[in-house]
């Protein structure tokens, strides 16, 4: 059965602290992903990553950085963490494009951060 | 680029009453649509995906929905919800491999979410 994994189900942080959310998967995939979640926004992709070491920027990528130094691991930063980065946070994983997998992509059960 | 704009932010409905959940997406290029499940604190779940042949798509859970091109809709439906049904559902699409030239990685936009809400 196909898991993503994610460190935390609820953190709660100060504001100007550094933030690290950890992400696993242990399907080979080869595309990470994190999004956050916010009521009436749906979910907005912050950074991918296609390949060990490889990132892209996503729609909403300020304040945040990544680290994938693994291929099964993927790493969400918040640098100096504010209050309006209060979210859900969800990673997903999805094998290489192209490989038949039809861009589906598997989802961690999510990081409720609040930032205080 | 693409978008997606679900029509209703929240849908009640009583048990055993059919329900549609409606979606219609923008895009240049063809795609892949998906609808997305996400239950009470828990990530998000596959319920069907539209990649191309017909248009009629079923899913998990007794979901199906219709791809229509020319009204650039996917809306999901279901004959008759239980309560175990109430959840959020989210539409999702990407660029279809023959347009993207290996750079889109698969990237999903999704729509803003409609809970859907099963009453006894």
């Known amino acids: 059965d196909v898991k993503v994994t994610q460190s935390s189900r609820y953190l709660v942080k100060r504001t100007g602290e550094k933030v690290f959310l950890e992400c696993v998967q242990d399907m080979d995939h080869e595309n990470m992903f994190w999004y956050r979640q916010d009521p009436g926004l749906g979910l907005r992709l912050i950074y991918f990553s296609y390949d060990v070491k490889m990132k892209e920027k996503g729609d909403i990528p300020e304040g945040y950085s990544v680290s994938r130094e693994k291929k099964e691991r993927f790493s969400l930063i918040l640098e100096s963490a504010s209050t309006n980065q209060t979210s859900m946070y969800l990673c997903a994983s999805s094998p290489y494009f192209g490989t038949g997998s039809h861009n589906e992509q598997f989802f961690g059960p999510g990081t409720r951060l609040t930032v205080l | 680029a693409q978008s997606v704009t679900q029509l209703d932010s929240q849908v009640p409905v009583f048990e055993e009453a059919p329900v549609e959940l409606r979606c219609n997406y923008s895009s240049s290029v063809s795609v892949y649509l998906f609808w997305y499940v996400q239950y009470p604190n828990q990530g998000l779940q596959l319920l069907l995906k539209?990649?191309?042949?017909?248009?009629l798509v079923k899913g998990i859970n007794g979901f199906e929905a219709e791809f229509n091109k020319s009204q650039t809709s996917f809306h999901l439906r279901k004959p008759s919800v239980h309560i175990s049904d109430t959840a959020e559902y989210f539409c999702a699409v990407s660029e279809a491999p023959l347009n993207a030239g290996g750079t889109s990685y698969g990237k999903l936009t999704f729509g803003q979410g409609t809970i859907l809400t099963v009453h006894p």
């Open positions: 539209y990649l191309s042949g017909s248009t």
